[in-house]
């Protein structure tokens, strides 16, 4: 069976959700290898519960994540040498930009941004959704090694079970002329789901007035995630690292739901595969209300602290 | 002196109005189309460090596209920028990224170019691959996502967001940088600046100008080939209800229970 490269993000010798679903779609395609850049041997245990049938562990002696050219550097040199019938990268922080390059690199066709993959007759074909979601295309690449970057919850991960064979390999480096890292800061970890990852997100805009304590009210009593709208971000509210919409995040949980924000195409982008959506807004012209399966017209200052009130009531009786 | 070439991208109206052709590509001739609005953050860093690097720095504002593509020379001349490069040839009509990038990346090579700025992605087509693309193709170091530009020298610095963390990075030139929407607000180009564009230096480059080989572009030099395209179905019609003296939070309740949320 033909093989396909997975490039596998990993955190605290874990591989990462993400990860999980690019090795389940990758075994629609053929046997997936997965390739991991730094990680213990450890992480052989995980790929192999997802159908890893190699894993290539790539040294890394600085102990630094490798830079989007070496990380493609090292998959093209891969390519060259197992010949697979597909490389899947998921998009978190920069798989775009480790596939854009190796496109370059081994000169091929790449779809980002994939929402599920099939194989038509062995070929894989992308689902994408674009133009602000108001579309949906397939594509396939018709030259070269495909190269398919996949977005977070495309698919539910599935365990497989099977033999994985590891192998350590070279990282391979290119440019001598690099950027150098002045400093970092890291950011302090949210208790709450991963926004991309979250089944519920609950989001604030503008209509909050910047205090967003009922919505993270409300997002905890749901188990989920809080989300903002681009005014809310730009007025200094809340963290561009929380924006959903088209220069933010771009989410597809079971419910959303949206407090004080109007519905601009922007947002609507990043929100609107939601399955369910929710809607609280005092103007009941909003345009959120067009997408909304459930809208309230009404004040969110006082709808959101009765509906915390209610939750928790259901929840003790 | 220094010389910024800032790329930026045409594109038809927005999203609601745009228009798949037979070929599936996406319809360009339309009247309406603007500068990609996440390229005026790039036009308006490249201004930012060519007032920060003085001494005569300039910006040269480049775009790949078909005639009508002019408007978003225009429109990065009115802010400022001091010259422009069209590159306008039928056989780079259908080109994938890779096309576009190869395109791109024989322009600036052909221009001065000690920084080289693009925007995050465009609106239309949403990869954000091209920046990576050209920098792999012409080898230069990339400070990519910054969402704040500053310059001392010959050495651009960056700040970069990510989720987990925020880098500062820096590269020397030549190199390329692509800004975010959080880089600063882009200026509206002023009477002055509008009037003064019209009498700036627009060059236009075919492909043999460039001497690319036009296998690499267009629908024939694409690599990828899109199979279907399909209207995203309307969403149901919802239930919306009016709070009044807390109706409104029983009736989601009860809405989020039926969901089996609570």
Redesign the interface.
């Known amino acids: 069976m033909a093989e396909v490269l997975v490039l596998i993000d990993h955190a605290e010798g874990r591989i990462t959700k993400p990860a999980a679903e690019a090795l389940t779609l990758a075994r629609r395609l053929g046997a997936p290898g997965a390739v991991v850049f730094g990680a213990q041997a450890s992480v052989v245990d995980d790929v192999q519960s997802y159908g890893a049938e190699r894993l290539y562990l790539v040294g890394v002696p600085s102990g630094e994540s490798p830079s989007?050219?070496d990380r493609?550097r090292t998959l093209a040199s891969l390519v060259s040498e197992r010949e697979p019938a597909l490389v899947l990268i998921p998009t978190a922080?920069?798989g775009?930009?480790v596939?854009?390059?190796l496109?370059?690199?081994v000169?091929?066709?790449?779809?980002?941004?994939a929402v599920d993959l099939v194989s038509e007759d062995g070929v894989p074909?992308a689902v994408k959704?674009?133009?602000?979601?108001?579309?949906?295309?397939?594509?396939?690449?018709?030259?070269?090694t495909p190269i398919v970057t996949v977005k977070p919850n495309s698919v539910t991960p599935d365990k497989a079970s099977g033999a994985c064979t590891s192998t350590d390999i070279a990282l391979v480096t290119g440019?001598t002329?690099?950027?150098?890292?002045?400093?970092?800061?890291?950011?302090a970890?949210s208790e709450r789901p991963d926004l991309t990852e979250a089944a519920?997100v609950v989001a604030g805009g503008r209509g909050t007035g910047g205090d967003f304590a009922a919505v993270e009210r409300l997002a905890d009593a749901?188990g989920g995630a809080v989300g903002a709208s681009r005014a809310a971000v730009d007025a200094g509210w809340y963290p561009?690292?929380c924006q959903v919409g088209?220069?933010g995040k771009v989410v597809s949980p079971?419910?959303y739901i949206a407090n004080g924000i109007s519905g601009a195409?922007q947002h609507r982008?990043g929100m609107?595969t939601s399955k369910?959506?929710?809607a609280?807004n005092k103007d009941?012209e909003a345009p959120i209300?067009?997408?909304?399966?459930?809208?309230?017209?009404?004040?969110l200052h006082?709808?959101?602290p009765?509906?915390i009130?209610?939750?928790a009531a259901?929840?003790s009786a | 002196m220094v010389n910024i070439v800032v790329a930026v991208k045409h594109v038809s109206g927005s999203a609601d109005e745009t228009v798949f052709e037979d070929d599936l590509t996406i319809d360009r001739t339309g009247s309406d189309g603007h500068l990609s609005e996440l390229d005026e953050y790039a036009v308006e860093q490249a201004l930012v460090l060519k007032d920060h690097l003085g001494d005569g720095a300039t910006v040269t504002a480049l775009t790949v596209g078909p005639a009508g593509a002019s408007d978003a020379l225009a429109k990065a001349l009115q802010m400022g920028a001091d010259d422009a490069v069209h590159v306008c040839d039928d056989a780079i009509a259908g080109s994938d990224a890779l096309g576009t990038a190869v395109v791109l990346a024989a322009a600036i090579g052909r221009l001065q170019h000690d920084v080289v700025v693009f925007g995050i992605a465009s609106t239309d087509g949403w990869m954000g691959v091209i920046p990576s693309m050209v920098s792999e193709l012409l080898e230069l170091p990339v400070l990519s996502r910054a969402s704040e530009v500053t310059v001392a020298g010959q050495t651009v610095r960056v700040r970069r967001d990510d989720d987990t963390e925020s880098r500062v990075l820096e590269a020397d030139m030549p190199l390329l940088v692509s800004v975010t929407d959080q880089s600063g607000e882009p200026r509206y180009p002023s009477f002055k600046g509008i009037m003064a564009a019209k009498k700036k230096p627009v060059l236009t480059w075919s492909l043999p100008d460039l001497g690319v080989d036009d296998a690499l572009v267009g629908a024939q030099g694409s690599c990828v080939a899109v199979m279907e395209v399909t209207t995203r179905p309307p969403r149901g019609k919802g239930v919306l209800v009016t709070d009044e003296s807390g109706s409104g939070a029983a009736e989601l309740v009860d809405f989020l229970s039926t969901h089996k949320f609570v």
């Not at chain 1, 000169?107 to 941004?113: E, F, P």
């Not at chain 1, 690099?178 to 400093?183: E, N, Q, R």
């Not at chain 1, 067009?290 to 017209?297: C, E, I, Q, T």
């Open positions: 989007p050219a493609a922080s920069d775009n930009e596939g854009a390059r496109a370059v690199l000169r091929s066709g790449i779809v980002t941004d074909v959704s674009v133009l602000a979601g108001g579309f949906t295309t397939t594509a396939r690449v018709t030259r070269g440019h002329r690099d950027v150098t890292l002045v400093s970092r800061e890291r950011r970890v519920v749901l561009h690292a088209q220069t079971q419910l195409i982008a609107q369910l959506i929710v609280v009941v209300f067009d997408l909304a399966d459930f809208g309230v017209v009404g004040d006082t709808v959101l009765a509906t009130d209610g939750i259901r929840g």
